[in-house]
Nanobody, 121 residues
Framework: QVQLVESGGGLVQAGGSLRLSCAAS????????MGWYRQAPDKQRELVAT???????DYADSVKGRFTISRDNAKNTVYLQMNSLKPEDTAVYYC???????????????WGQGTLVTVSS
């Protein structure tokens, strides 16, 4: 079964950078909308950034100017470049995608397993 597989999380000092990746585990027809979400300890999951198939992006106010979401449709992959990281960015980051499988073309809303980003002060 198709899954979204994340990578790139880890420990970084404040002011540093990380790049998260999320890719489909098998061949698919395509992905429409994709996004990144995060959940900090004792907090609700929140939207970080979204990107449409055509490349239109939207960001949470807390990350504007620091994070960049992008996608490679040929690789069925979405990225989150995180610069100028702050301790308050510490969270488990999840990717999400609306996926169309190969024939018989099922439409699925999938979530990655989550990757931990820890920013030290």
């Amino acid at each position: 079964q198709v899954q979204l597989v994340e990578s790139g999380g880890g420990l970084v000092q404040a002011g540093g950078s990380l790049r998260l990746s999320c890719a489909a585990s098998r061949s698919i027809a395509g992905i429409y909308g994709m996004g990144w979400y995060r959940q900090a300890p004792d907090k609700q999951r929140e939207l970080v950034a979204t990107i449409t198939r055509g490349g239109r992006t939207d960001y949470a106010d807390s990350v504007k100017g620091r994070f960049t979401i992008s996608r490679d449709n040929a690789k069925n992959t979405v990225y989150l470049q995180m610069n100028s990281l702050k301790p308050e960015d510490t969270a488990v980051y999840y990717c999400n995608g609306q996926i169309t499988t190969l024939a018989p073309y099922r439409n699925l809303d999938l979530w990655g397993q989550g990757t931990l980003v820890t920013v030290s002060s």
